[in-house]
């Protein structure tokens, strides 16, 4: 086998990387039936042309995912990498980004599903830790349903690596704030970025123009409300909130912005 290829199981998965022209599908293994569902899926276009196709009973298949308990519904195909793509380069050509990111996530089922909701959602891209990511799973390319075709991954080596920029904030200098800018441009407030608090860390308060959603990445952060949000914990705010917070442990969080900010006075909360 090539040493860039492995193996993925499923109908969606594997029509997926049928249809993507930046995929190379060296073969794949079908029933008869899933021969006829390929044809039925798109009728108009040859998926299978120029591909190697070898003709298994599904008690031949279950071999390849026997181990596994991974249903494959007659589908499999062996396919190479897609090229790598930089995320700087990345987000250099593409502007107002929305990028998920997933830190100590590791199990391959719930990966693949939270890239079939990212790509329901339009997410631009996912940032992964190189280590926990299971590039290779075909229960994660199960889970995906097809989606790992449809959305790009970042693989970093570490996110708490990354070359952090202390955040300038009026009337908090010298505050132990700090964010990695992903795609976020400041003259229209739209983008990504990760937001990075110390201990006891604090924001200034301020005031959003559009919509702010933030997932907790590590730590916790407690609003000027009282509201405490922990590792996990998704946020959508609308436009027009004000707030400011505060982070007892220190947090990691991803924000992404479809506005300006607007510096406050504590009063004006």
């Not at 276009?45 to 298949?61: A, G, M, R, S």
């Not at 990345?90 to 391959?108: M, Q, R």
Request: with cysteine; glycine share 8%.
């Amino acid at each position: 086998m090539n040493k860039k290829s492995f193996f993925i199981v499923g109908k969606h998965a594997v029509i997926a990387a049928l249809r993507n022209p930046q995929r190379k599908v060296l073969r794949i293994f079908l029933t008869e039936e899933s021969k006829k569902i390929i044809h039925r899926t798109d009728e108009k276009q040859n998926l299978l042309k120029d591909i190697k196709i070898f003709y298994k009973t599904k008690k031949e298949l279950d071999k390849y995912t026997g181990k596994e308990n991974i249903l494959h519904q007659g589908f499999i195909a062996e396919i190479e990498h897609r090229e790598e793509l930089s995320l700087k380069e990345f987000i250099k050509v593409k502007k107002n980004l929305t990028l998920a990111c997933l830190d100590e996530v590791t199990d391959a089922r719930n990966i693949g599903s939270i890239i079939r909701s990212a790509s329901s959602f339009n997410i631009d891209g996912i940032i992964v830790k190189e280590r926990h990511f299971p590039e290779e799973s075909k229960l994660m390319y199960k889970s995906a349903s097809g989606c790992m075709e449809e959305i790009n991954i970042f693989k970093v080596s570490n996110i708490n690596t990354l070359k952090w920029e202390r955040l300038e904030q009026p009337g908090l200098p010298g505050e132990d704030v700090w964010w990695f800018n992903l795609s976020y441009d400041p003259d229209i407030g739209q983008g990504s970025y990760l937001y990075k608090m110390g201990p006891g860390a604090r924001s200034n308060p301020h005031e959003h123009e559009g919509p702010e959603e933030f997932f907790i990445l590590e730590g916790d952060l407690v609003d000027n409300d009282g509201y405490t949000y922990e590792k996990g914990d998704f946020v959508s705010l609308t436009g027009g909130s004000r707030h400011c917070s505060v982070s007892p442990s220190g947090c990691i969080i991803v924000v992404t912005h479809r506005g300006k900010i607007i510096d406050l006075d504590r009063e004006d909360l």
